[in-house]
């Protein structure tokens, strides 16, 4: 069967091609990060103005957390909906700068407060640090909701590639009474089963961006040990029951590596009764949610998201 990229995928593709580069499991991870802050600009479009910024640190369990925090434009001063925002990268490159289109694009079009942290990235704090790092963020904005002009119970979860896989896990603690509640997830090609095994590594393990051996290397600087590789924590497609959790948005790219899984994870909410919207953008690469600036369906699918999440609340 002949894999079709889009125009604007391809388009990418050739722009990465061009820069030349290593691929990051060819160097240490000060190199991967350094890489990566040189390539996310001139893949983003311009920033959009959204109506507030702030910055700020907050109390973790493993220390302080940065955090920004913005207010859409149209976003009421009380009772906001608000997203925890979780940042793609591996859990091991990625910070606030990275994914800050996207923050602002939901801002702006969900009239919503989004709060984004800087957590702590691998392999310097493996798993679970970067998830606890999470969980504290989200239960600031819950003990912190009269301030920081928020419904506590409008509050959803969302993340894309690593962070969707910190979203998922977060949806699951939420269900089971380990973390706030959650009026939504939103999870944007999320990592969900890292054993990494499933088709969508052989058909797109090179040449589509995102590389099965990259991949790999991200996951084996994260978990601490083989035994976490099945970790419902690590991998949320291996726990025992998704029913219950909070209302899902699924968006994955077809030509991705971690397609099939993020596939296989919609299916399982569905057949759990879960209320949820899969959109699939069968021609588009890993990453291009975070890619504006050369793919417009980028944008597109983050308005896709938000009217999901207020159909959701409309459907509650």
Not at 17 to 42: C, H, I, K, W
Not at 241 to 257: K, Q, S
């Amino acid at each position: 069967m002949a894999i079709t990229l889009d125009p604007d995928a391809l388009h990418v593709l050739e722009i990465g091609r061009a820069a030349g580069g290593e691929p990051f499991e060819n160097g240490d991870v000060a190199a991967a990060r350094a890489a990566y802050n040189a390539s996310f600009p001139t893949l983003q479009g311009e920033r959009e103005p959204v109506a507030a910024t702030l910055e700020q640190r907050i109390d973790g369990p493993n220390g302080p957390i940065a955090v920004r925090i913005h207010r859409g434009i149209g976003a009421p001063r009380s009772g906001a909906p608000a997203l925890l925002y979780l940042h793609g990268g591996g859990w091991v490159v990625g910070n606030l700068n990275s994914h800050d289109e996207i923050c602002r694009w939901l801002a702006n079009l969900g009239g919503a407060v989004i709060v984004c942290p800087e957590y702590r990235l691998a392999p310097d704090h493996k798993f679970p640090a970067g998830l606890e790092d999470c969980l504290a963020t989200l239960r600031f904005m819950t003990q912190n909701a009269a301030a920081l002009g928020i419904d506590p119970s409008r509050i959803g979860v969302a993340g894309d590639s690593a962070g969707g896989n910190l979203a998922a896990v977060l949806a699951l603690l939420s269900r089971d009474g380990l973390a706030p509640s959650l009026a939504a997830q939103i999870l944007i090609y999320p990592n969900t089963d890292a054993r990494q095994t499933a088709d969508s590594y052989r058909r797109f393990g090179d040449g589509f961006g995102l590389t099965a051996t990259t991949m790999a290397w991200f996951r084996d600087h994260y978990v601490r040990t083989p035994d976490d590789i099945v970790d419902w924590r690590v991998s949320p497609l291996l726990a025992p029951d998704l029913g219950g959790v909070a209302p899902a948005f699924v968006a994955l790219a077809g030509c991705d590596i971690l397609a099939d899984e993020g596939e296989a994870y919609a299916e399982r909410l569905q057949a759990a009764g879960v209320p949820l919207v899969l959109r699939q953008w069968p021609g588009k690469i890993h990453g291009f949610v975070s890619m504006g600036r050369h793919i417009p369906a980028a944008r597109q699918a983050v308005a896709e998201a938000v009217a999901a999440w207020r159909q959701f609340e409309k459907d509650r």
